[in-house]
């Protein structure tokens, strides 16, 4: 396609959604005679192919883009009529007035700035060398204590508990001999020493593995355990704490960078704002509130500009 691709707006993608009710058969035969490159549109000499349509679907979001490809036709016909209509418009030179090319660098702004922002992320990932000399560096943030895996149910009394103990001790699996004797669920819950009961860790850290405890009374009701596992203190794998290590390089290499492009760039630019002038202009308190954000895109969270 030869000329620069429109947006659709949210309210025609909207009125796609709400159609996408019900999926449109194609033939077989149909689909086969339909490539990449097959020409699905033209306005004049510009062509659109399905290529181009696919990239435009790819930047949708995921509800409007699912909406969008089962509505294909109407949303072609949209991207038509958005183009017709604004060649349409520069034709009668209204993308020349003032007005509108200040709202025209406005949204370049926030394109740029949205796309800069998505740069500054992607050059923020730390490399796996960094996440490794993290962890090292960090081994008492990812040691983990010792704890049990246990099932555990609420039994109505202690005679239940019992009676579910008596069974599993027989052969039956722990969860069908409670099924047989309450309707209490099972749940899965894992623990270290000082997280739970005084009375529930001493039981459950003496249990060996699929032992199912006494019963024990708590201060809530009396509850039978099982033990799935017992994991000593350890050292959490590298693989496993590697996202966690991720998401914390990353939002401080983003800051970092963000600070050290933010004072380049302004450095660069000579940049000046008059604070002082601009503080006398301030209207009085008793004033209607101003919109909470100016005009334009902010940028990443934290992000302040350099004095």
Request: charged share 30%; aromatic share 4%; glycine share 4%.
């Given at each position: 396609m030869r000329r620069r691709p429109v947006w659709i707006g949210a309210?025609?993608?909207?009125?796609?959604?709400?159609?996408?009710?019900?999926?449109?058969?194609?033939?077989?035969?149909?689909?086969?005679?339909?490539?990449?490159?097959?020409?699905?549109?033209?306005?004049?000499?510009?062509?659109?192919?399905?290529?181009?349509?696919?990239?435009?679907?790819?930047?949708?979001?995921?509800?409007?883009?699912?909406?969008?490809?089962?509505?294909?036709?109407?949303?072609?016909?949209?991207?038509?009529?958005?183009?017709?209509?604004?060649?349409?418009?520069?034709?009668?030179?209204?993308?020349?007035?003032?007005?509108?090319?200040?709202?025209?660098?406005?949204?370049?702004?926030?394109?740029?700035?949205?796309?800069?922002?998505?740069?500054?992320?992607?050059?923020?990932?730390?490399?796996?060398?960094?996440?490794?000399?993290?962890?090292?560096?960090?081994?008492?943030?990812?040691?983990?204590?010792?704890?049990?895996?246990?099932?555990?149910?609420?039994?109505g009394t202690t005679a239940v508990g019992e009676a579910i103990r008596a069974a599993v001790a027989a052969g039956q699996p722990f969860e069908a001999a409670v099924a047989a004797r309450t309707e209490a669920p099972v749940a899965v819950a894992m623990f270290a020493r000082g997280q739970r009961e005084s009375e529930v860790e001493r039981v459950t850290f003496a249990l060996r593995v699929e032992e199912v405890s006494p019963p024990v009374r708590t201060r809530e009701a009396v509850y039978l355990f099982h033990l799935r596992a017992h994991h000593p203190a350890r050292l959490q794998p590298l693989e496993a704490a590697t996202p966690a290590i991720q998401a914390r390089l990353s939002a401080e290499n983003r800051e970092r960078r963000w600070k050290q492009l933010e004072e380049r760039v302004w450095a660069a630019e000579g940049v000046q704002i008059h604070e002082d002038l601009l503080k006398v202009t301030?209207?009085?308190?008793?004033?209607?509130?101003?919109?909470?954000?100016?005009?334009?895109?902010?940028?990443p969270p934290g992000a302040v500009p350099p004095k």
């Open positions: 309210l025609a993608l909207a009125v796609l959604l709400v159609g996408a009710v019900l999926p449109v058969r194609v033939a077989p035969e149909a689909l086969e005679a339909v490539s990449d490159d097959t020409v699905v549109a033209r306005i004049g000499e510009t062509t659109y192919t399905l290529a181009d349509i696919r990239q435009r679907l790819a930047r949708l979001e995921a509800p409007y883009r699912y909406a969008a490809e089962r509505r294909l036709p109407e949303y072609v016909r949209e991207v038509v009529r958005r183009e017709v209509l604004a060649r349409e418009a520069r034709r009668l030179g209204l993308d020349r007035a003032p007005a509108l090319q200040a709202e025209l660098e406005e949204a370049v702004q926030t394109i740029l700035l949205r796309a800069l922002v998505k740069q500054v992320m992607i050059e923020a990932m730390p490399s796996p060398e960094e996440v490794q000399a993290y962890y090292q560096a960090h081994e008492a943030e990812f040691r983990l204590p010792e704890q049990v895996e246990v099932d555990q149910v609420r039994v301030i209207p009085p308190s008793d004033s209607p509130p101003a919109a909470a954000e100016p005009p334009g895109a902010p940028g």
